[in-house]
């Protein structure tokens, strides 16, 4: 059955496809060591295998889904093989799935509360219940994004209009009577953080990236101590954004102090938990989240450690008057009676329409419960602290940070090479790609005082103790041979 007729696919197409979708996706899970972790292609050959023009003709879902099978499965890196440790390890749970699939058919537009009262309020509900899981004040209001990085955008906006109002309506290009302005962060901050000041005008200068402790944490003194230069030199410091569990570390700013200069300064904090924030549910890490109640704005990322798949970031904010002084703005054609009396979410931010998302963060939760939420998120930092254990232990290898949540960052360091920085991070480099190789476990690097680091991130739902065991003895193998080899840098 072609769709060569008017209408939608018929409801017995969707049925007998969609079937089979299921039990596509159900035995994919059932085996996901089935394929390698990491795609084997070759850049361009997923493009090959595509016809260059589009169809003219309709064809069937089966010739379609054959395609997918063979032409683009290949070309997929595996996020829910458990020997994924690249990165942030993610995991699209059962109920997540679910849950974007309904959300996909019920096509929900949530600008106005009219066109979805339910995606508006369980967008409320399901985020309050989140904002009381990481132990926010009753005043955060929550919003969802799609993404950390679009949060942090948000949230450098609010601190525009919040220290310099009138550039809403006049802009900061020509106007002397504007001061330059300066973002604050760590040199570990995200890299989204340089986006939002380049995208709002304010200029990559102005982000000043400051120096960290030995454990890669911003140090108060440091911030302190810019904030004052900054003023001295007649500009107008305005935001700092803290990060609780760093991109390459997974270190933790001291919250607390910064957001006592920030309450002295007068300058909005933003806290970057797109990672860190689920660990705070976990009895004995509440510390992860310490000071974030005294934040301004907050991002967490269901999609990162939460099961959710992508994309869901939670942006949440105790002035989000202030988001929608500053992006507010309702054409004549979108006015509705309810103005006023409800909440409309194209006023918290720069998209008009909205998916349905907070549907798979009510449904994983419902799932999961909160217990099992935290079961789970300590199961992982326990394999994280196991695995950094077995480097500790290993002479040819070294922990280079300490591991407050589910990533370790370690390097090989055999005897032969231990001397000479150039050929460890060559080794190491030769000893990722080894294991990237064997298409069992995917591992990613990061760099930390200008050396090459690995990493290994534990967050999928179906790691286990043995795919990190696993892991390491391929670790260790392959730096055994390659250690054997002659040196090549
Ligand atoms: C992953 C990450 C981000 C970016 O997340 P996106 O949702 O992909 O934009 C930002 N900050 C931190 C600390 C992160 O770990």
């Given at each position: 059955m072609t769709n060569?007729?008017?209408g939608d696919m018929d409801c017995a197409t969707f049925r007998?496809a969609g079937?089979?979708?299921?039990?596509?996706?159900?035995?994919?899970?059932?085996?996901?060591?089935?394929?390698?972790?990491?795609?084997?292609?070759?850049?361009?050959?997923?493009?090959?295998?595509?016809?260059?023009?589009?169809?003219?003709?309709g064809?069937?879902m089966?010739?379609?889904?054959?395609?997918?099978?063979?032409?683009?499965?290949?070309?997929?890196?595996?996020?829910?093989?458990?020997?994924?440790?690249?990165?942030?390890?993610?995991?699209?749970?059962?109920?997540?799935?679910?849950?974007?699939?309904?959300?996909?058919?019920?096509?929900?537009?949530?600008?106005?509360?009219?066109?979805?009262?339910?995606?508006?309020?369980?967008?409320?509900?399901?985020?309050?219940?989140?904002?009381?899981?990481?132990?926010?004040?009753?005043?955060?209001?929550?919003?969802?994004?799609?993404?950390?990085?679009?949060?942090?955008?948000?949230?450098?906006?609010?601190?525009?209009?919040?220290?310099?109002?009138?550039?809403?309506?006049?802009?900061?290009?020509?106007?002397?009577?504007?001061?330059?302005?300066?973002?604050?962060?760590?040199?570990?901050?995200?890299?989204?953080?340089?986006?939002?000041?380049?995208?709002?005008?304010?200029?990559?200068?102005?982000?000043?990236?400051?120096?960290?402790?030995?454990?890669?944490?911003?140090?108060?003194?440091?911030?302190?101590?810019?904030?004052?230069?900054?003023?001295?030199?007649?500009?107008?410091?305005?935001?700092?954004?803290?990060?609780?569990?760093?991109?390459?570390?997974?270190?933790?700013?001291?919250?607390?102090?910064?957001?006592?200069?920030?309450?002295?300064?007068?300058?909005?904090?933003?806290?970057?938990?797109?990672?860190?924030?689920?660990?705070?549910?976990?009895?004995?890490?509440?510390?992860?989240?310490?000071?974030?109640?005294?934040?301004?704005?907050?991002?967490?990322?269901?999609?990162?450690?939460?099961?959710?798949?992508?994309?869901?970031?939670?942006?949440?904010?105790?002035?989000?008057?202030?988001?929608?002084?500053?992006?507010?703005?309702?054409?004549?054609?979108?006015?509705?009676?309810?103005?006023?009396?409800?909440?409309?979410?194209?006023?918290?931010?720069?998209?008009?329409?909205?998916?349905?998302?907070?549907?798979?963060?009510?449904?994983?939760?419902?799932?999961?419960?909160?217990?099992?939420?935290?079961?789970?998120?300590?199961?992982?930092?326990?394999?994280?602290?196991?695995?950094?254990?077995?480097?500790?232990?290993?002479?040819?290898?070294?922990?280079?940070?300490?591991?407050?949540?589910?990533?370790?960052?370690?390097?090989?360091?055999?005897?032969?090479?231990?001397?000479?920085?150039?050929?460890?991070?060559?080794?190491?480099?030769?000893?990722?790609?080894?294991?990237?190789?064997?298409?069992?476990?995917?591992?990613?690097?990061?760099?930390?005082?200008?050396?090459?680091?690995?990493?290994?991130?534990?967050?999928?739902?179906?790691?286990?103790?043995?795919?990190?065991?696993?892991?390491?003895?391929?670790?260790?193998?392959?730096?055994?041979?390659?250690?054997?080899?002659?040196?090549?840098?």
């Open positions: 060569s007729t008017l007998e079937h089979r979708l299921v039990e596509w996706i159900a035995d994919y899970f059932d085996h996901p060591e089935r394929y390698p972790v990491l795609s084997q292609l070759a850049p361009g050959d997923v493009l090959l295998g595509l016809a260059p023009q589009p169809p003219e003709a064809s069937s089966e010739a379609i889904l054959d395609e997918f099978d063979r032409v683009l499965v290949p070309g997929l890196t595996h996020w829910n093989h458990p020997g994924f440790f690249a990165y942030f390890a993610i995991s699209a749970s059962g109920p997540g799935i679910l849950a974007d699939f309904l959300s996909s058919a019920l096509n929900q537009q949530a600008m106005l509360w009219r066109t979805s009262p339910a995606a508006t309020e369980l967008e409320e509900r399901s985020l309050d219940w989140l904002r009381q899981l990481l132990r926010l004040p009753a005043e955060f209001e929550g919003v969802i994004y799609d993404t950390a990085s679009v949060s942090t955008l948000h949230a450098l906006a609010a601190a525009r209009e919040a220290s310099v109002p009138e550039v809403r309506a006049r802009g900061i290009a020509a106007r002397p009577d504007v001061p330059a302005v300066s973002v604050y962060c760590s040199e570990q901050a995200h890299s989204s953080v340089d986006k939002a000041v380049i995208l709002l005008g304010f200029g990559h200068e102005a982000l000043r990236r400051l120096p960290t402790d030995e454990a890669f944490r911003l140090r108060p003194e440091a911030l302190a101590r810019a904030i004052a230069d900054d003023r001295r030199a007649g500009r107008l410091p305005l935001a700092v954004v803290a990060t609780t569990g760093t991109t390459s570390t997974t270190s933790v700013d001291p919250v607390p102090a910064i957001a006592d200069i920030c309450e002295a300064e007068g300058l909005w904090l933003h806290v970057d938990a797109a990672y860190g924030g689920p660990a705070a549910l976990v009895p004995g890490w509440e510390w992860v989240l310490d000071g974030a109640g005294r934040a301004d704005s907050v991002v967490v990322n269901p999609h990162k450690w939460l099961f959710t798949p992508f994309d869901l970031s939670a942006f949440y904010c105790r002035r989000m008057d202030v988001v929608r002084a500053a992006f507010s703005l309702v054409p004549e054609y979108l006015r509705t009676s309810e103005t006023g009396t409800v909440k409309n979410l194209m006023d918290t931010g720069i998209q008009l329409g909205r998916r349905f998302r907070a549907l798979k963060l009510w449904m994983v939760l419902r799932f999961f419960g909160t217990d099992g939420v935290r079961a789970r998120l300590a199961e992982h930092m326990r394999l994280a602290r196991l695995f950094a254990s077995w480097v500790d232990a290993h002479t040819d290898f070294e922990r280079v940070a300490p591991v407050p949540m589910s990533v370790v960052c370690f390097r090989a360091r055999p005897e032969a090479v231990a001397g000479d920085e150039g050929a460890l991070d060559a080794f190491n480099q030769q000893l990722l790609d080894a294991v990237n190789a064997s298409g069992e476990v995917f591992l990613s690097h990061t760099k930390l005082h200008g050396r090459l680091v690995l990493r290994l991130a534990v967050g999928n739902l179906r790691t286990t103790q043995d795919h990190v065991a696993r892991a390491w003895a391929l670790l260790q193998m392959h730096a055994q041979r390659l250690a054997g080899l002659p040196l090549s840098r």
